[in-house]
């Protein structure tokens, strides 16, 4: 086959019959719904703990503990093999993660059956935090939004990860997030990335002015920016701060109304969206259930 060929993205369609004449692969979920080689985003105003939940979610499966219900290892007490997870922090510093990573332990992993020791030498070996508040920004677009090297070079340290974060993904590039064509090749950037390293990507973004004015924080419309971005993405879950409508709805008092964080998953494709989840701030701002709605 010619050079030219190896370059045609039209030279090698889909074989329909083969399709039609064998069972599909399993899907291969890192999270529910957000599958291995994909892009997902993790959608929020500031300080409403989209952070602390990158780092909880990072830590349960680097573990192969439990978060949340199954929204990182499944149900069960133990019911994931442990990951290799990649933690990108462009705010925050190593003495910041230090306290969180204590927090999490006293409190997520405290919750599970798993040896305490045990869990510090499986976070040893599978989770890699790169903490980078005051050193050079990792710029991921080009003058031309074309890739770049320290592009390359965060692909390459993300390979053997089953899932990467970027937080937040504003500090990744230094595009006009409004701009569509500048969002789209930042999203198809990552996707290429994602493809290479077999892993889930998420980025964590903030949300729009008028998602919290107007009462639509849960959205898939809530992201900030062109909606280039979310439309590229195949899974997206949000946190919004309850307004008094979905405290009354969901029993919060009014004057608990601070500590809760509504958690949805407005965006995903490939299984069925889930209901409204209703979290608190736990011991040392540790997202848990809330009690008072269980």
């Known amino acids: 086959m010619s050079e030219q060929a190896l370059k045609n993205p039209f030279s090698s369609p889909l074989n329909i019959a083969h399709m039609l004449r064998n069972p599909p692969p399993t899907l291969d979920h890192v999270l529910p719904g957000l599958l291995a080689e994909t892009v997902g985003l993790v959608v929020g105003p500031g300080a409403v703990s989209k952070t602390m939940l990158a780092l909880q979610m990072a830590i349960a499966m680097a573990t192969g503990t439990p978060l949340l219900g199954g ?23 190593a003495h910041v993660v230090w306290h969180r990573l204590h927090a ?61 974060i970027l937080d937040p993904i ?10 569509a064509t500048a969002m789209k090749c930042l999203a198809r950037h990552i996707g290429s990335y994602a493809c290479s390293t077999h892993a889930a990507w998420l980025l964590v973004h903030h949300t729009n002015r008028a998602a919290a004015l107007q009462d639509y924080g849960g959205s898939a419309d809530a992201a900030r920016g062109s909606t280039a971005l979310p439309n590229a993405v195949r899974w997206q879950l949000n946190l919004s701060r309850p ?5 009354k709805q969901f029993g919060i008092a009014k004057e608990q109304l601070h500590r809760h964080v509504l958690l949805d998953i407005p965006k ?4 069925a969206t889930t209901d409204t989840m209703v979290l608190t701030r736990g011991p040392h701002g540790v997202l848990m259930f809330s009690e008072e709605t269980a």
């Open 243 to 247: 307004t008094r409508a979905t405290a």
């Open 71 to 93: 929204l990182v290892g499944g149900a069960g007490p133990r019911s994931a093999e442990p990951a290799r997870v990649v933690l990108v922090m462009a705010e925050e510093s």
């Open 268 to 271: 995903a494709n490939y299984v």
């Open 170 to 179: 504003r500090d990744f590039h230094n595009a006009d997030e409004n701009d």
């Open 104 to 164: 999490i332990a006293s409190v997520q992993l405290a919750a599970t059956d798993i040896d305490p020791h045990h869990a510090a030498d499986l976070l040893s070996q599978n989770l890699v935090i790169h903490a980078l508040a005051g050193q050079e920004q990792v710029n991921l677009l080009g003058e031309c939004w074309e890739k770049t090297p320290a592009g390359e070079m965060l692909r390459r340290a993300c390979e053997g990860a089953r899932l990467v």
